[in-house]
């Protein structure tokens, strides 16, 4: 049994107010040569919501909702919350707790995927913050959870809810469009083979959600994963295809509606609430498709309690879960060659 004496949740971090956009802007993309201009464009997504994301105050609600989830069930383990691009940062945070006597530290990472921005990159983060502190704390992430029932299960309710939420006349047949952020297609492609573990695994908790909405319902959903929020040169290639192409499609090929259900995302961010939220909804209507958005985990109980239960996991044994291993390897979610620009919201 390993003895951990610490929870760290680890996030993407955001700005908290207008003059924090453009530093959080340029730490997330810090030496990738993305223009100013592209920058001041993704600054006017968080211009509508007053230059906050959502995503920092989503974070202190989680971690507030894992700790009396774990006083529940008799897990003591003081918490800890550190992000990769703002306050708090990774460093200050590991820094608190080696001041604190914390020796070695569970990790728990706000993705539920594995590619280099949403896996290797959060191990790399962790790394380089315990390289500036003097007797840091040993720390490891928790695994993939991408087809755990406490994340799966949260994802369904959530579509079925919003399939109640269309019109009556057509919610029979409303199609399910599944959506994650786009990553580089080399970024993809070097995470694993036959194309990676990133669209591997969100097609798998597509069809994992699809499939447990049908045996509900007594029918299956006509159903497609479309990619949102990419960022980058034209001429690099992106998984797609992109939601508003998507949804497009769908309206050409007859869908009555559809339900956008974002599979990539643990909470709704700014990338869910401009980019589904905003500018999906504008395609659609353009479409004249009905469309719901079903919500995001959160805070929802079994997902909240699914951190818990993999902490236990990882504190009993380190072993295959779910057929992923419960340790990363040292060559997962591998690096690719050429390493494009990273996407402002990218690895969730």
């Known amino acids: 049994m390993t003895d951990y004496d610490a929870f760290l949740l680890v996030s993407f971090g955001g700005p908290e107010g207008p003059g924090d956009v453009m530093p959080f802007l340029e730490n997330v993309t810090g030496g990738r040569g993305v223009p100013r201009d592209r920058l001041a464009e993704v600054a006017r997504h968080y211009d509508v919501f007053g230059g906050v994301s959502p995503i920092n105050e989503q974070c202190r609600d989680l971690l507030s909702a894992i700790g009396k989830d774990f006083a529940a069930t008799g897990l003591d383990l003081p918490l800890y919350w550190g ?142 994963l479309a990619y949102q929020s990419r960022s980058g040169p034209p001429a690099v290639p992106w998984l797609g295809p992109d939601i508003c192409d998507q949804l497009a499609e769908a309206a050409a090929a007859g869908a009555p509606a559809v339900v956008v259900v974002p599979v990539g995302f643990v909470s709704d961010h700014v990338e869910v609430r401009y980019d589904l939220d905003i500018e999906a909804a504008r395609a659609a209507e353009r479409l004249g498709l009905p469309m719901a958005r079903a919500a995001t985990p959160g805070t929802d109980p079994r997902f909240v309690s699914m951190i818990t239960e993999l902490v236990a996991e990882r504190r009993a044994r380190p072993a295959q879960a779910l057929g992923f291993p419960d340790f990363c390897p040292n060559d997962c979610c591998r690096v690719p060659a050429a390493r494009p620009a990273p996407a402002p919201g990218a690895g969730r």
């Open 83 to 224: 992000n990769r691009n703002w306050h708090p940062f990774l460093a200050d945070t590991v820094a608190q707790m080696a001041s604190g006597g914390v020796r070695h530290a569970i990790a728990f990472v706000t993705s539920a995927y594995g590619s280099y921005s949403s896996c290797r990159q959060y191990l790399d983060d962790i790394e380089a913050a315990r390289a500036q502190v003097r007797g840091a704390p040993r720390i490891d992430k928790i695994r993939h959870f991408f087809n755990h029932p406490g994340f799966i299960g949260p994802v369904t309710e959530a579509a079925r809810a919003a399939i109640t939420a269309l019109p009556p006349v057509v919610r029979h047949d409303a199609w399910l469009v599944f959506t994650a952020h786009s990553v580089p297609a080399a970024m993809a492609a070097a995470s694993g083979p036959a194309g990676g573990l990133y669209p591997a695994q969100l097609a798998e908790a597509a069809r994992l959600v699809a499939a447990k909405l049908a045996a509900v319902e007594g029918h299956e959903r006509t159903s497609r």
